[in-house]
C-alpha cells in the first residue's frame, strides 16, 4: 500500500471519528437546551411516534375486540370466513398459495416437515403465507411441500395478477389473492 494511499485512509479515519464525536455533541447538546430550536424539532417528532404508536394500538385493540365479537356470534367456522376475508381485504393483507414467478419458496413458505424448501420449482400450499401489500413483507410464512410441476401451475396467470401488488425486499414478489 502506498504512502498516500495510507495517508488518505488515515484522514478518512479521523474524519469518521469527527463526525462521531460532532454527532454525540449535538445529542448532549439537546438533552441539556431543550429550548433550541433542533430539540424542539427533535422533540415534536417523539411526541408524533408516541402519538401515532398510541393510535395504531388502540385500532389494533379494536380489532381484536370485533374479532371476539365475531368469534363468539359464529355457529361454525363458515359463518365468520367472509368477515374476515374482508377484513384482510381492508388491512391489504394478501394470501399467497402458488410461488408466484422468480419467487423463492423459502421465503414465503417453510417445510411442512421441517426440511429445506430452496431449489424447488413447484409447491404444494398446505397453510397460505400472508403478505402486507403495500409494503411487500412477509407476514406469516406458509406451510408447502415440494410438488411436482403441473401444467395448471406452470402458466402463473394467477400469480402474474397479484404480482403488481407487491415488492419484498430487493426482489419483486407477486401474490394470488383467494377469492
Known sequence: MSRRTRLLESIDE???????????MEKVLLIKEPGTPIAAEAFEGLRKQVVNAATARR????????????????TSVDDIEPQVREWMQQADVL???????????????EHVDGGDLAGADEIECVE??????KTGVVLRLGRASPATKSPELASGEADAEAGDKLASGHHQVEAEERT
Do not use: M
Open 128 to 133: 397460505p403465507a400472508y403478505i402486507d401489500a
Open 59 to 74: 385500532h389494533h385493540l379494536v380489532q381484536l375486540a370485533t374479532i371476539a365479537v365475531a368469534v363468539r356470534r359464529a
Open 14 to 24: 479521523r474524519l469518521r471519528e469527527l463526525e462521531h464525536k460532532a454527532d454525540v
Open 95 to 109: 394470501e399467497v398459495f402458488n410461488l408466484p414467478p422468480g419467487a423463492r419458496p423459502q421465503d414465503l413458505f
